[in-house]
């Protein structure tokens, strides 16, 4: 047959589309030409799957092969269509049946040897097939786990080129490989110590339950060694299990950023700490070629921690001011858009000034250095910050004497996840289930608008400009989280002080 047709998936961003490869045997010169915008590690297939076919006993005759990947104006990365391009290619010479491959994605990277190396993006790339109403599809058997973690499709798992031309009909007899595995596969380390460990900081430990509840942000300002990072990686640990709409997003960017995911899809929520070296690409993705996704969007459903906060550049600080509004972030190229989840609780830890003893009398920074310091830190930005918590050092006192906070994670998210049940009852009707995705007109609408003798306070710090109109919102969101932690129907002025509190505390 002239003319051989198969699939295979092209991702941008957390998204996939369904690519028809197209492959055309004519007279001609040896030649192997791929067409369609490739990149430059899809130009080099031709390559690898001459020598893969050789070595799998299917030899590419000596004429002109013509790849076409269609739509022919999308971009095209990576190299996960060898596999497809291989088959189809073969599939002109008669080597297996056309029919038998048209309904059928193929993705993988092929080997010299004929072998099938995993790639990265298989969970996302088989929803994307499923979507779109493919009969099945091929992975390397490194994928395989992943892959199935997909229902409604056929999930066929290949070593190599030849298995799977097998599996698709060719007259060829088998030949056992040594399966290839993704590399860089380790357990990973769920536990991040238990609330319990915390001493010394019971109203940090509070602001921790109603950050849990609520999904606020929050920045923590403390002198070095006072707890702020030991503070912020037990807020994971607070956050109940992820839903299953929740689990397949954290999944497919695990998949995406090539982390391993295994058989069973992510339940825990997941917490990122970059250093403060990242760039702006490295926290809300990017890079050349196939777009890969960033920390926050790694941290999606999850934390991330920001220590050292100032350390980081302004610019990458500033690009986290949208995707804390929409809970997305959308990377343009010239020619294609990659959208990915961003929907995180930011942490951020700060000491008080660059020597990091600001308040004792050891501290040699002058305000200015200080306000400087601090200054890195957008306003923009810290508006958007709905706890802000000063942690102070632990006395000797406490630290010889101390047994904990007393809470144990293990108590305080069975209280975090009543509340939030709590939370998510109250406002379902209005269409929402976390307290921090609320919009301000739902609060101050008539059905939920607070008795104005309670919120005179609130009030009062608007108009003197002590808060934005966002910042008067915010308040009202984690007043309505701490009344929920109370097991209160309503919020009351108390409730609105402590929360007017955790929002200028430092």
Request: proline letters at 6%; charged letters at 20%; aromatic letters at 2%.
């Amino acid at each position: 047959m002239a003319v051989a047709r198969t699939l295979a998936v092209a991702l941008h961003g957390i998204d996939g589309a369904v690519v028809e490869i197209e492959a055309y045997l004519a007279n001609g010169l040896p030649a192997f030409t791929i067409i369609g915008l490739p990149d430059a590690a899809l130009g080099e297939a031709k390559d690898r799957v001459r020598a893969a076919a050789a070595n799998s006993g299917c030899d590419l005759p000596t004429r002109k092969v013509t790849v076409n990947l269609s739509p022919a104006s999308m971009p095209k990365h990576g190299s996960g269509f060898d596999l497809g391009i291989a088959v189809a290619a073969l599939a002109t010479t008669g080597a297996i049946d056309a029919a038998a491959i048209a309904r059928v994605v193929h993705v993988g990277e092929l080997s010299l040897d004929g072998r099938l190396r995993p790639v990265a993006g298989v969970l996302p790339a088989v929803l994307a097939a499923r979507r779109a109403g493919a009969a099945a599809v091929v992975v390397p058997s490194g994928n395989v786990d992943e892959a199935r973690l997909v229902g409604g499709i056929r999930v066929i798992g290949g070593a190599s080129l030849r298995e799977v031309l097998i599996a698709h009909g060719a007259a060829l007899d088998p030949v056992p490989v040594e399966a290839l595995t993704p590399a860089g596969i380790t357990a990973d380390a769920e536990a991040h110590g238990d609330l319990s460990d915390v001493i010394g900081h019971p109203e940090a430990v509070e602001a921790l339950q109603v950050a849990a509840v609520g999904g606020h942000h929050l920045l923590m300002l403390g002198p070095p060694g006072a707890g702020k990072t030991l503070l912020a990686t037990r807020l994971p640990g607070l956050l109940p299990d992820l839903d299953a709409e929740a689990a397949v997003e954290v999944s497919s960017v695990r998949s995406l950023a090539g982390l391993p995911v295994g058989g069973s899809l992510v339940t825990r929520p997941p917490l990122e700490a970059p250093h403060h070296s990242a760039t702006m690409a490295a926290l809300v993705g990017g890079g050349s070629g196939l777009v890969r996704p960033g920390a926050i969007s790694r941290a999606s459903h999850g934390v991330l921690f920001l220590d050292e906060a100032p350390e980081f550049s302004a610019v990458a600080l500033d690009a986290l001011r949208q995707p804390l509004e929409t809970g997305q972030i959308t990377i343009h190229r010239a020619r294609s858009v990659a959208r990915f989840p961003a929907r995180f609780q930011l942490v951020l830890a700060a000491n008080p000034c660059p020597c990091g003893l600001g308040g004792s009398d050891d501290c040699t920074c002058t305000s200015l250095m200080r306000r400087r310091y601090l200054g890195r830190l957008s306003g923009p930005l810290l508006d958007r910050i709905d706890l802000h918590l000063t942690v102070r050092r632990v006395g000797a006192v406490q630290l010889t004497e101390g047994s904990g906070s007393g809470v144990t994670t293990a108590l305080a998210r069975a209280r975090v996840e009543a509340a939030r049940e709590a939370a998510a009852q109250r406002w379902c009707a209005e269409g929402y289930a976390l307290t921090a995705q609320l919009p301000g007109a739902v609060l101050r609408s008539a059905r939920w608008r607070l008795p104005a003798a309670d919120r005179s306070a609130l009030d009062r710090a608007l108009e003197r400009g002590a808060l934005t109109m966002r910042g008067y919102d915010r308040v009202m969101r984690v007043a309505w989280t701490i009344a929920d932690l109370e097991g209160a129907d309503r919020p009351t002025a108390d409730h609105l002080g402590r929360a007017l509190y955790l929002r200028k505390g430092i």
